[in-house]
Structures are given as C-alpha cells and as structure tokens.
C-alpha cells in the first residue's frame, strides 16, 4: 500500500462450478483486473469458512461478492451496507453461503474486529446447475455489481457516498 490506510478486502464468494453460484467469483474477477488502489486485497473465498478470519482482520472495509436468491428477476444486482448486510445475514436468506460468512462476520465482531465499512453486493442467480459459466443473465449484471464494488472503495477512502449504492 501506498497510503497509511488500513487495507480494503473485496471477497468473492461461492463455488464457480455451479454457474451462477460462481456470480461472487466472476465479479471479484472483473474487479481484480480493474482494480488499481493496491490498498484492496482481493479475496477468493469459495464457500466461506472461518480459514479467512485472519486475513480479514484489522480492515478499512469489506466487501462480500456472492449470489443472492431474494426473489428478483434473474441478474438484478442488490447492495446491503452495514447494518442492513448485518440483518440480512442474521436471517440467512439467499445463499448457502451466507451462514459461512455470517459466523464470519461473528467471529469479527467478537473479536473486535469487524469493519464498520461493510457491504454484501449480490447478483439474483438465474441457474444453479453444473457450469463453470454464469448464464447470460447473470454474466450481463457482473460488470454492475464490479463498478458498484469500485464506488463502494473509492467512497471508503474518500468519503463521498456514490448515488448508486445510497440506501
């Protein structure tokens, strides 16, 4: 890093042999190749297990990629900030994934060590079945979901609230 900030993680989350459960890892990989603030840490994260705890620790911010089943169309992209990622993961509708990262962000919290800056940004799948390719849908709303990730850090470190991703 080139700043005395601490370190954003974006985590990319699901199994990428699943097409559109792999909408988590496929956003974080536009996202990488994007990405130009060496101050992001870019995650893989699968399906989630307590093994990233120390790499998420002692952060600026977190961003979660994964799919999210909350009843929209198919591709439409949703960002939980905060609070509300909070409450969402408590219920744990929308992915098997969000109990792995809800002990997660447990675990953090616990330990005193859970970003106030935090957001969920997921894509309503289309199709779960084996593929190692999100369908059109989905493959259409990930470069969204990785622009909206980019406003979401550059609002972190600067401190201006994009339009897009105001509650």
């Not at 985590?11 to 042999?17: A, P, R």
């Not at 060496?38 to 977190?62: E, H, I, K, Q, S």
């Not at 969402?88 to 675990?107: I, K, P, Y």
Request: charged share 25%; aromatic share 2%; with cysteine.
């Amino acid at each position: 890093m080139t700043r005395q900030e601490k370190p954003i993680a974006v985590v990319g989350i699901g199994n990428s042999l699943l097409t559109d459960d792999g909408a988590g890892i496929h956003t974080l990989e536009r996202f990488a190749s994007e990405n130009e603030d060496d101050g992001v840490c870019c995650l893989d994260g699968g399906t989630v297990g307590l093994a990233l705890l120390d790499r998420l620790a002692n952060l600026d911010g977190l961003v979660a990629l994964d799919a999210m089943k909350l009843g929209k169309k198919p591709g439409a992209v949703t960002v939980l900030l905060g609070k509300d990622m909070d409450s969402h993961l408590r219920n744990q509708h929308g992915s098997v994934h969000e109990v792995g990262l809800s002990d997660l962000m447990d675990a953090l919290r616990l330990s005193g060590q859970l970003p106030e800056n935090r957001a969920l940004i997921g894509i309503e799948p289309e199709d779960m079945d084996w593929g190692t390719e999100p369908t059109a849908t989905v493959a259409a709303a990930i470069p969204q979901a990785a622009e909206l990730t980019h406003d979401l850090v550059r609002e972190w470190r600067t401190g201006e609230i994009p339009a897009e991703v105001r509650p």
